[in-house]
């Protein structure tokens, strides 16, 4: 066994955590503020390959391994999750789906827009089908060469900006898992309408939305995979999503932790700083240890996917506890700084916020549990 990261990986984790540092935090405050992400932060990530991170070298991506794009991930995360989610939505969920499914044709075509920086989202959740994803109701009906697709996509990421929406839709009259389709489908594909911006409590850098699906053409070449084949090929693409959420979640955690100690080296009460006294080091102590806890659950899940292996049950098992010690570890931040905690002027009051959502999206806490206690009692227990 062995824990070394590769130089490559060392490589890429400090450069992003220098490009973090350096472009991302400056901003991280009145982006969360304003909900606005500057064009020119935008041009700089495009720059700097970060819309690449999963795609394959010849279509222009970084062609990065999970462990290595983990690592990265845990970086933009600690600067600001918001834009972290963009990042890890347009390389994963939108990413793979595509890759992994679509034609030699599709990919050749679409592949190297995407790795270029034309963003892309994903679009499962519907306002009746969120946790029980294949209860979702919009529409794929076949005429011709083509697909109409019909009905509303919820929580859409990246939906404002995306270029491209992988889109999951059912054959008209089929039901549960059967009969749902993907498609990659263009922005301005006639029909297709951002409904709605939502306003949320936290991970406001990322734009979520309600798309509307109002008889949009989708060419049947468009399809990703086998026809039926949608519903796999979404929970495949959401394994690997809830990896990156993992890492997010320990970016977040580190960011409370760093902050936290930060503050307890110098704020002083009955005569001590914080740090010296054993209640705040105890904190400290399980702050630490959980986060590293969860970077070694994330980091085998990501070695067991690049090893090309059953990754369901550890993916599931990291995002539930990455993002599980990550509220603890906001939490814990928060009480560290008492009264300021509560208040703008200091960034734990942002991570609070922004580690909530963590245990929600692409799947929920309950959800991962569901899918970690099905496969123990089918018999996988080491
Ligand atoms: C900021 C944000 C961004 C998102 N981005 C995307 C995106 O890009 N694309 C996309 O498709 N979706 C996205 N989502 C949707 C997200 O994946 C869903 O919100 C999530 O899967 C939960 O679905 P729901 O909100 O409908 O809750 P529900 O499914 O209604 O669940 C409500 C509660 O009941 C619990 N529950 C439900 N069923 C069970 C059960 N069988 N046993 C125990 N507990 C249960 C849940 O855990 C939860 O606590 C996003 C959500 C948010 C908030």
Request: net charge positive.
């Given at each position: 066994m062995d824990f070394e990261l590769s130089e490559n990986q060392r490589l890429l984790r400090d450069m992003t955590r220098d490009f973090a540092a350096r472009e991302i935090a400056p901003l991280a405050h009145a982006m969360d503020a304003t909900g606005e992400v500057p064009d020119a932060l935008l041009?700089?990530?495009?720059?700097?390959?970060?819309?690449?991170?999963?795609?394959?070298?010849?279509?222009?991506?970084?062609?990065l391994d999970t462990v290595t794009y983990g690592l990265v991930v845990e970086e933009l995360a600690r600067q600001?999750?918001?834009?972290?989610?963009?990042?890890?939505?347009?390389?994963?969920?939108?990413?793979y789906p595509v890759a992994g499914f679509g034609s030699a044709e599709l990919q050749a075509r679409y592949l190297p827009r995407m790795a270029a920086g034309e963003l892309a989202a994903f679009c499962i959740s519907e306002p009746n089908a969120g946790s029980d994803a294949a209860a979702l109701a919009s529409t794929a009906r076949r005429e011709g060469d083509d697909y109409?697709?019909?009905?509303?996509?919820?929580?859409?990421?990246?939906?404002?900006?995306?270029?491209?929406?992988?889109?999951?839709?059912?054959?008209?009259?089929?039901?549960?898992?059967?009969?749902?389709?993907?498609?990659?489908?263009?922005?301005?594909?006639?029909g297709l309408a951002v409904a709605k911006k939502e306003d949320k409590l936290g991970l406001r850098a990322s734009d979520t939305v309600v798309i509307a699906l109002d008889g949009v053409r989708v060419p049947a070449t468009h399809r990703l995979g086998e026809e039926g084949g949608g519903f796999r090929i979404a929970m495949t693409a959401l394994d690997g999503g809830r990896i990156g959420v993992a890492f997010q979640?320990?970016?977040?955690?580190?960011?409370?932790?760093?902050?936290?100690?930060?503050?307890?080296?110098?704020?002083?009460?009955?005569?001590?700083?914080?740090?010296?006294?054993?209640?705040?080091?105890?904190?400290?102590?399980?702050?630490?240890?959980?986060?590293?806890?969860?970077?070694?659950?994330?980091?085998?899940?990501?070695?067991?996917?690049?090893?090309?292996?059953?990754?369901?049950?550890?993916?599931?098992?990291?995002?539930?506890?990455?993002t599980e010690a990550a509220g603890r570890a906001a939490d814990e931040a928060l009480q560290i700084h008492g009264g300021y905690g509560y208040v703008k002027e200091y960034p734990v009051e942002r991570y609070y916020r922004d580690a909530r959502v963590t245990r929600i999206y692409e799947g929920t806490s309950e959800i991962q549990r569901l899918v970690i206690a099905r496969q123990t009692l089918a018999g996988r227990v080491g």
């Open positions: 041009a700089k990530m495009r720059e700097a390959g970060f819309f690449g991170l999963a795609y394959p070298e010849r279509y222009g991506g970084l062609g600001s999750a918001g834009i972290c989610i963009m990042v890890t939505v347009h390389n994963s969920v939108g990413y109409i697709l019909d009905g509303s996509k919820v929580w859409v990421t990246n939906g404002s900006r995306a270029r491209f929406f992988v889109i999951l839709a059912r054959t008209p009259g089929t039901a549960g898992h059967r009969g749902i389709h993907a498609f990659l489908v263009e922005r301005d594909t006639p979640a320990i970016g977040i955690g580190r960011a409370c932790l760093e902050e936290a100690l930060k503050y307890a080296r110098q704020r002083e009460t009955f005569g001590r700083t914080l740090a010296e006294q054993p209640v705040i080091q105890h904190k400290i102590a399980d702050m630490t240890t959980e986060l590293e806890a969860a970077r070694l659950l994330a980091l085998r899940a990501a070695w067991l996917k690049d090893e090309g292996r059953p990754h369901t049950r550890e993916a599931a098992m990291a995002k539930l506890f990455a």
